[in-house]
């Protein structure tokens, strides 16, 4: 069972397009939805991430969006550079307790010149 | 601060052979994650541990074992080597709370032939 549902699994953008990734939860007891960034031969990092009690957070080009009604979160990567070719996972899940990260499938993003 | 140090980073093991894949930690996390990533289907967890002497099973932990004598350390033992365990495997951390994320180490590329 799939608890995070990462779409699309590859996106090409051109240079100074905006990149949209989604990702759906079914365990409304996530409270903590991070995006990592991984490079090739690297190890993920953590991007950015958010907490159910607000419904947008921005960190410089790089936009989370959380529904909490829908179970959804994307990211948004505004003015997308070359950079930022990488592949994205979307994670979620709950503190207090065990923090597991549960991850979705990745996205592959190429960003052309 | 090295963060999370995984080695080694490369593995070519012969079908039945045994090997141990080493990760340490210098952030005093409590929480430590093994995942292994295969092309298209994101980050499996195969064990975590909540703390020294406390380890768990995640979604895939056939074929493997773990052990955390320390807060530092949680090896990933390989025994009888599978095709199937050819994968890149990451070890990650994180503190007990959500907060901060995962940190992942570079991971090791394992091939099982």
């Known amino acids: 069972q799939q608890q995070v549902k990462q779409s699309p699994q590859s996106l090409i953008v051109q240079k100074g397009g905006i990149s949209i990734i989604n990702c759906a939860y079914e365990?409304?007891?996530?409270?903590?939805f991070p995006w990592y960034q991984q490079f090739p031969g690297k190890g993920p990092a953590l991007l950015i991430a958010?907490?159910?009690?607000?419904s947008e957070k921005k960190e410089g080009r790089f936009t989370i969006s959380f529904n909490k009604s829908a179970k959804q979160f994307s990211l948004h990567i505004m003015d997308s550079q070359p950079g930022d070719s990488a592949t994205y996972f979307c994670?979620?899940?709950?503190?207090?307790?065990?923090?597991?990260?549960?991850f979705g499938r990745g996205t592959s993003l190429i960003v052309h010149p | 601060n090295a963060g999370v140090t995984q080695t080694p980073k490369f593995r070519i093991l012969k079908i039945g052979q045994s090997m141990t894949l080493q990760c340490t930690q210098d952030m005093n996390h409590n929480y430590m994650y093994w995942y292994r990533q295969d092309p298209g289907m994101g980050l499996k967890l195969i064990y975590y541990s909540v703390g020294a002497g406390i380890t768990d099973k995640g979604e895939v932990p056939n074929g493997y074992n773990v052990s955390r004598s320390t807060t530092e350390d949680f090896p990933l033992r390989l025994e009888l080597a599978a095709p199937s365990q050819t994968s890149v495997y990451f070890c990650a951390s994180s503190h007990s709370d959500s907060s901060g994320g995962a940190f992942f180490g570079q991971g090791t590329r394992l091939t099982v032939v």
């Open positions: 958010i907490r159910p009690d607000v």
């Open positions: 994670a979620a899940s709950k503190s207090g307790g065990s923090y597991i990260p549960t």
């Open positions: 365990n409304t007891a996530f409270d903590y």
